[in-house]
């Protein structure tokens, strides 16, 4: 009986010293992870944590970023990239030849702010081996042979950098390493994650050439607000151009039927992106993808005169100015570099004889892009919801004229193109006229004429979307044309 007892006591503090270790972390000496030593584990476990949702921001700027980082070259997550402040000093996107700065010494333990990671293709392709848990801070050179670089612009890199390292040139006593690369996808270093968000694009970091005189740009941001021409008040988040300038005249008008157009297009572009590893092997095509541009936009324009006939039924079209910005998106942890191009412009259309003075008022909102799933591939979106009004209209003689004011916009990653989209607002006046006569000899004159407001949206694909991971593909696809018109106001004269 005692030494049942005795069996029994010892078994019940066997389960009370069990439960007390499995609560305590499984060691009676190991102090409680805090601090930093506990972010990295939050952010280890987080990385390695399969189909996860990662926010789609945008990436600091400023004196809390670094220009450019890498990540481990090893690690036991090799599903994602994590944050390094390892950085891409230098980069030849010609020859694929980049050096990789090493962290100063005592900085392993402050994670970069910057959003530029890498993420190792396999174990076995590293060329050193490195602490898992060090995440590249304390090895021997910077990165390692297969290696998945993604950067913020970089000095020769001015679109970022997505790379995978394929060869160990040079390596420096600082860690730092003279590498060799080829172009990589961003499914290897987002892997089974999801992400979707839209991006504003702060038009501050828009860089504006004019094409024509007489262009003039504001906008508006939070906390740096800029007033428009003429007192005009801009909504945040948004860029305008205003231009007036003049249009070739049809021959033989009069003075007074000079041809000319003057107004201004605003716009608030947002880029938007979403990416879905899910269900999808690591390293393989991704099961979805978006790339594209959304926003807001606003314009108002005059013709006003007799434009000059079209050549061989070609339009006459004037840009007037262009616009390029690269803004940096955070996907999780991933600096994605975008390329946004725009080129504004005029655009006439006419036959030479109508004479018009005309002005419409328009709003509205876009989005065109490039959608990728598994079941149908890529495919082109095209959508535009818009509206006018006539702020006046007179219109002479028989004929017909068409004027746009539009914007012709590419869309890519880390320097390719993916989408190309041509936005185009216009107005458009026709007119007829009709006689009939009568056997007593008289005579009636009649005419009619319409101003009509629309949009016509088209756009291509290109093979670059392929940077996603997904399918190449071999041809141009067409986003599909979108072309809506609607009746502002029209009239009628007798005589």
Not at 74 to 82: E, G, S, V
Not at 205 to 229: I, N, Q, R
Not at 422 to 430: E, F, H, K, T, V
Request: with cysteine; aromatic share 4%; charged share 15%.
């Amino acid at each position: 009986m005692h030494k049942l007892r005795t069996h029994a006591l010892v078994s019940a503090l066997s389960t009370i010293t069990v439960a007390t270790l499995l609560a305590t972390g499984c060691s009676a000496h190991s102090p409680a992870t805090t601090g930093a030593a506990a972010a990295s584990t939050a952010e280890a476990s987080k990385t390695g944590t399969a189909e996860e949702r990662l926010a789609v921001v945008s990436a600091p700027t400023g004196d809390v970023a670094t220009p450019t980082a890498v990540a481990a070259a090893n690690t036991l997550d090799q599903a994602r990239a994590r944050k390094s402040a390892l950085k891409v000093a230098s980069y030849d996107k010609k020859s694929g030849r980049a050096v990789i700065a090493a962290p100063p010494s005592g900085s392993s333990t402050a994670p970069s702010a910057t959003p530029s990671t890498t993420a190792p293709s396999s174990p076995a392709a590293t060329g050193t081996p490195q602490d898992p848990g060090s995440d590249g801070a304390h090895s021997k050179t910077a990165v390692a042979v297969g290696d998945v670089i993604a950067s913020a612009p970089a000095p020769g890199a001015p679109d970022g950098v997505l790379a995978k390292v394929t060869e160990i040139v040079d390596t420096a006593a600082d860690g730092s390493a003279t590498v060799q690369t080829e172009p990589a996808k961003l499914n290897s270093v987002l892997g089974k994650s999801k992400a979707d968000g839209a991006v504003p694009v702060d038009p501050s970091t828009l860089k504006v050439d004019p094409l024509v005189e007489g262009v003039k740009v504001s906008w508006a941001k939070t906390g740096d607000l800029t007033f428009g021409p003429e007192g005009a008040k801009l909504p945040l988040g948004s860029l305008r151009i205003d231009v007036g300038t003049a249009v070739q005249t049809a021959a033989g008008a009069p003075a007074s039927a000079a041809a000319s157009l003057k107004g201004f297009v605003q716009l608030a572009p947002e880029v938007a992106f979403s990416y879905d590893g899910s269900g999808a092997a690591a390293s393989s095509s991704p099961s979805g993808a978006f790339l594209g541009l959304t926003g807001e936009w606003a314009s108002q324009w005059e013709l006003k005169g007799r434009a000059a006939g079209t050549t061989k039924g070609k339009p006459i079209r004037i840009p007037f100015a262009e616009l390029h910005a690269a803004p940096v998106i955070q996907v999780g942890p991933v600096p994605v570099v975008v390329n946004l191009d725009l080129v504004c412009y005029f655009q006439v259309d006419a036959d030479g004889h109508v004479t018009v003075d005309a002005e419409q008022d328009l709003k509205g909102d876009f989005r065109v892009g490039g959608n990728f799933t598994w079941a149908k591939g890529w495919r082109g979106v095209s959508e535009s919801h818009m509206s006018g009004e006539p702020l006046k209209t007179t219109v002479t003689a028989v004929g017909a004229v068409k004027a746009a004011m539009g914007a012709e916009a590419t869309v890519g990653l880390y320097g390719t193109v993916g989408v190309t989209a041509d936005l185009a607002p216009y107005l458009r006046a026709a007119t007829e006229a009709k006689a009939g006569g009568s056997t007593d000899g008289t005579g009636s004159a009649s005419g009619s004429w319409a101003l009509y407001g629309g949009i016509d949206l088209t756009g291509t694909l290109n093979l670059q979307l392929s940077i996603f991971g997904t399918p190449v593909f071999q041809t141009r696809i067409p986003l599909g044309a979108l072309h809506k018109e609607w009746l502002l106001t029209k009239g009628e004269v007798r005589t």
